[in-house]
């Protein structure tokens, strides 16, 4: 509790006058009651040691092989995504929390990074069945997991098994950029040097989706995403931000370790990206939930400028700011006071019109995680003000005299319609309250560091970055995945009729 009392005074300052801002940082904490554990040195050995007595099991994902010399290995850390959602360290909400581990326990975050650091460079054969009818391999080479297991965690990684993660757009993403966010952070080049061939290898297992070959990945229509019951085809503003973002990330990454081809072909490809993404989403107002045309790419998403609000740890932002602010202001004015007058946070999607997106149960509802993200972003941007009136809306949903009650058992949603339904309580990723207090309260970043003492990166020659190029698409054409079977038979068919029984769209 000494650290954490340490840590807040500035998200206290600038809550003067918001007696909610103390309440909500004690009860975001690191979830407790059995939720989370560390594992010391010995009882990881351990398991380390009886994996080999096990028939055909695959390598553990342990990133204690990272480690360089005189690196404390301070154990491994696995914490619960929810009550209702029985996976360990779930990486695509992570995303989300993880500002609370760096902030207050950054051996902690840097343990967790590099297991999921190992766990890319790995391969697991062993089938499993997903709930939409498909077999497929539990692990794919180059892939960041969507979690580190649960029975078997760090052996049998990919407990979920809702869709293929290995199809998910945004988790290698994430891993790139919160792994560059850790090292500027944390200024550990041990640390950037031993990630940097899986951030590689992450970025090129990406290439396979960028259909065009215009720079930007595309969504495949169907929820390969965080959002996973809520479709997205085309260029987005979610995904394509994160990549854009990804992209700058790998190229500082790069340039950490002395690869400076690569930090020169990343660098043209983040450009090319960055060009896409404003042309194809930017409406003059917001960014559009998509570009293909159909019945909600118009939608305004709570959480577009994701991969903004990661370029402002230690990257540039990867859009102007007079267009993030205005796609900032336009999320105050329709995802959060147009429902319920601000009391419940911001709702993931809305209809130009101002009506509640409802083509899915995610775009309705309202994740007060994110919605502390989008204040996050809002700090950033400039925009105190819009970030706690809309973080105060979540506080008063979850805490509030009126509200729901939740306290410390917040939930991962709850509906808009101010009903108080929810979806799993004690959930990971309302630690984003921790972003505010970063954003409010910056350290220091360290975003001049080098590998290699002294060395001085000087901008790659064209022929520097065309042999990186070459090199790259190399790499990335032994990534990619079998063409898939279309016909799911009928599991497949079973699902899809179940899926609209439990998850109506309305």
Not at 203 to 221: C, I, K, L
């Amino acid at each position: 509790m000494g650290c954490l009392r340490e840590r807040r005074p500035a998200l206290l300052r600038q809550g003067q006058g918001r007696r909610w801002s103390p309440f909500s940082l004690n009860g975001f904490s690191l979830p407790g009651d059995g939720e989370s554990c560390t594992i010391a040195v010995d009882g990881m050995l351990r398991a380390m040691a009886t994996a080999e007595e096990r028939p055909h099991s695959p390598e553990a994902c342990f990133g204690t092989a990272l480690l360089g010399d005189g690196e404390e290995n301070v154990g491994q850390f696995l914490y619960l995504e929810g009550m209702e959602y029985h996976m360990w360290n779930t990486y695509d909400v992570h995303f989300y929390a993880s500002f609370a581990l760096l902030s207050l326990f950054p051996e902690i975050e840097l343990t967790l990074r590099r297991d999921f650091a190992r766990a890319v460079l790995l391969q697991d054969p062993r089938p499993m069945r997903t709930l939409d009818g498909a077999t497929l391999p539990r692990k794919v080479l180059g892939t960041v997991p969507h979690d580190v297991g649960l029975g078997d965690p760090w052996f049998e990684l990919n407990a979920y098994m809702l869709h293929d993660p290995a199809r998910w757009k945004d988790l290698n993403p994430k891993f790139v950029l919160q792994v560059y966010r850790d090292v500027a952070a944390t200024g550990n080049v041990g640390f950037a040097a031993a990630a940097w061939p899986a951030v590689y290898l992450a970025m090129a297992y990406m290439d396979q989706f960028d259909r065009d070959g215009d720079g930007m990945v595309e969504n495949e229509g169907r929820p390969d995403q965080i959002y996973d019951i809520w479709s997205v085809p085309g260029v987005s503003a979610y995904t394509g931000g994160l990549w854009v973002a990804a992209l700058q990330a790998a190229a500082a990454m790069a340039r950490v370790v002395g690869d400076r081809g690569a930090e020169g072909y990343f660098l043209e490809r983040y450009k090319r990206a960055q060009r896409v993404y404003d042309g194809e989403l930017w409406n003059g107002s917001y960014f559009d939930y998509d570009n293909s045309g159909s019945g909600n790419s118009k939608s305004i998403m709570a959480d577009q400028l994701a991969g903004q609000w990661y370029s402002r740890c230690g990257l540039e932002p990867i859009v102007e700011e007079e267009k993030a602010r205005s796609a900032l202001g336009t999320v105050l004015d329709y995802n959060v006071m147009r429902v319920q007058g601000g009391t419940v946070g911001a709702v993931n999607g809305m209809r130009p019109d101002g009506a509640v997106d409802t083509s899915s149960t995610q775009s309705k509802e309202v994740w007060p995680g994110v919605t502390y993200g989008v204040a996050a972003a809002m700090i950033h941007e400039g925009m105190p003000e819009a970030a706690f009136k809309t973080a105060k809306g979540a506080h008063d949903a979850g805490w509030g005299r009126d509200g729901y009650g939740y306290a410390f058992q917040t939930p991962e949603a709850w509906t808009a319609d101010g009903g108080g339904g929810y979806r799993s309580l004690h959930y990971m990723r309302p630690l984003c309250i921790w972003a505010m207090q970063w954003a409010l309260s910056p350290p220091e970043l360290h975003k001049n560091l080098r590998a290699l003492p002294g060395s001085v990166s000087a901008a790659a020659s064209p022929a520097e970055v065309a042999l990186a190029r070459e090199k790259f698409e190399k790499v990335a054409s032994m990534l990619r995945l079998p063409e898939e079977e279309q016909d799911k038979g009928y599991l497949g068919a079973l699902y899809q009729i179940l899926r609209q029984m439990i998850l109506p769209a309305s």
